[in-house]
């Protein structure tokens, strides 16, 4: 199994940016995925869900209604487009498959 993130980067407050996991190794389309964030000198906390099919998701109060989680089951790859972002949510995000990480992708917002 193997979970390769992208797409992070620096942004200034309220910019946006789009990460991308792509998933081998398994049958992606019959598993939910999520992503999670660490901060320095915090614990990982949960961001956002989506179900195998992509109907179901959810999201971390913190997150919700300026994050979005998608898939394409055809590509095998899970997206979180992320708007109006703030300087607390910079941290490492990480693509989660059940039992499985990915090695994250830093994502930085300067004020």
């Known amino acids: 199994v193997q979970l390769v993130e992208s797409g992070g980067g620096l942004v200034q407050a309220g910019g946006s940016l789009t990460l991308s996991c792509a998933a081998s190794g398994f049958t992606f389309s019959s598993y939910a995925m999520s992503w999670y964030r660490q901060a320095p000198g915090k614990e990982r906390e949960f961001v956002a869900f989506?179900?195998?099919?992509?109907?179901?998701?959810n999201y971390a109060d913190s997150v919700k209604g300026r994050f979005t989680i998608s898939r394409d089951n055809a590509k095998n790859t899970v997206y979180l487009q992320m708007n109006s972002l703030k300087p607390e949510d910079t941290a490492v995000y990480y693509c989660k498959a059940p039992g499985y990480w990915g090695q994250g992708t830093q994502v930085t917002v300067s004020s």
């Open positions: 989506i179900g195998f099919a992509g109907s179901s998701t």
